[in-house]
C-alpha cells in the first residue's frame, strides 16, 4: 500500500516536491492556502485538497514548504493549523527557509502534541525539486530522521545532520548569505566586463573556468546570457532570507557588514521592478546601470 503523504504549500518548491513524490511511488495530497493556486493546480490535474484538515486526514507523513516565517507560523501554530489538526504521531517534515527561533518554537508545540518534527530546509531550486537531486540540510531526533529517510531519498542527492530542530534552519540561511553575496559579486563583476568590450559569451567561457566561478555563476548564467530572468529563485525571496540572517545576527550580536550591503542592493532591485525575476536578474540592473542617457 502506498504511504500517503500531505504536502502544504503548493508553490515552486512545494509542487515540484509533490510531483517527485507521486512519481515515486507515493499517495500525495497537496494544499496551499491560496484558493488561486488551488484551482490552477487542479486544472493541471494535479491532487488538491479544499482545505488544511482535508489534506492532513489519514496522512501521518506531511510536508511543508512555506514562503516565510508569518505563513509557516499561521499554518504550523494556529488554531486551525497543523498542530491542531495533523493525525496523532505524525511526522512532518519542515522543508522552509524560516529563522531557527520560529523553528524551535513550531517544533516545541508539535512535540507536546506528540508530533514528531525534522527540520529539513533544502538546498536548490524547482528544477531540483522536481529531479529529487536538491541537497538537504536536516536537523531533529536520529530516530524521526530514520523514520523519514524514504522520503528524503527520494528527495535529496545527499543529506547532512546538523543536530537539533533549528540548527539546520541556521546552516541554511548561512548557506544563502554565501549564495546570494556570490551571485551579487558575480553580476556587477560580469557586467564591468562587458562594459569593457568583451564579448558576453566570451566572457562567460573564461570566467566559468576560472578561480571566481561559483555554483551559482555556472548554473544561473548561461540563461541570463539569453535574457532570460523566469524565477528559479526569486528576487524577493532572496531578499527575505538575507533579512532573516541579518536578524539572526543580531540576536546572537554578530555583525553582518557585507549582507547587509547584498540585501540593500536586492532591495533596491525589487524597487526598480524585478520583483518575480530570478536573482540573477542583478545583472540586468547593473547594466541598465551603465546606460548613457540618450
Not at 167 to 187: I, P
Not at 233 to 261: C, H, N, V, W, Y
Request: hydrophobic content about 45%.
Amino acid at each position: 500500500m502506498k504511504e500517503r503523504v500531505a504536502v502544504i504549500g503548493m508553490g515552486q518548491m512545494g509542487a515540484g516536491m509533490a510531483a517527485r513524490l507521486f512519481e515515486t511511488g507515493f499517495d500525495v495530497l497537496g494544499y496551499d492556502v491560496n484558493p488561486a493556486r488551488r484551482q490552477e493546480l487542479a486544472e493541471r490535474q494535479v491532487a488538491v485538497a479544499d482545505t488544511l484538515a482535508e489534506a492532513l486526514a489519514g496522512r501521518r507523513l506531511v510536508l511543508t514548504s512555506l514562503p516565510d516565517p508569518a505563513a509557516a507560523r499561521a499554518a504550523w501554530l494556529g488554531p486551525e493549523g497543523l498542530i491542531a489538526k495533523a493525525e496523532p504521531g505524525s511526522l512532518i517534515l519542515e522543508l522552509s527557509t524560516i529563522d531557527p527561533a520560529t523553528m524551535r518554537e513550531i517544533g516545541a508545540a508539535a512535540a507536546a502534541r506528540g508530533l514528531a518534527v525534522v527540520d529539513c530546509p533544502v538546498s536548490g531550486g524547482p528544477a531540483e525539486a522536481r529531479s529529487g537531486q536538491m541537497v538537504l540540510i536536516v536537523g531533529g531526533e536520529e530516530a524521526d530522521i530514520a523514520r523519514a529517510e524514504p522520503v528524503l531519498q527520494q528527495l535529496g542527492s545527499s543529506w547532512s545532520h546538523t543536530g537539533p530542530v533549528g540548527t539546520a534552519k541556521a546552516v541554511k540561511l548561512v548557506n544563502n548569505m554565501m549564495s546570494l553575496g556570490n551571485v551579487l559579486v558575480a553580476c556587477e563583476a560580469f557586467a564591468l566586463g562587458e562594459a569593457a568590450g568583451v564579448a558576453p559569451d566570451k566572457l562567460y567561457q573564461v570566467l566559468s573556468m576560472s578561480g571566481g566561478r561559483s555554483f551559482h555563476f555556472t548554473k544561473r548564467f548561461p540563461k541570463a546570457l539569453k535574457d532570460d530572468f523566469e524565477p528559479g529563485f526569486k528576487m524577493e525571496l532572496g531578499e527575505k532570507d538575507l533579512a532573516l540572517a541579518i536578524d539572526m545576527g543580531r540576536a546572537f550580536r554578530q555583525p553582518t557588514p557585507t549582507a547587509s550591503l547584498v540585501r540593500e542592493v536586492m532591495a533596491m532591485a525589487l524597487a526598480q521592478g524585478y520583483r518575480g525575476k530570478d536573482i540573477v536578474a542583478l545583472l540586468e540592473m547593473y547594466r541598465r546601470l551603465s546606460e548613457k542617457p540618450a
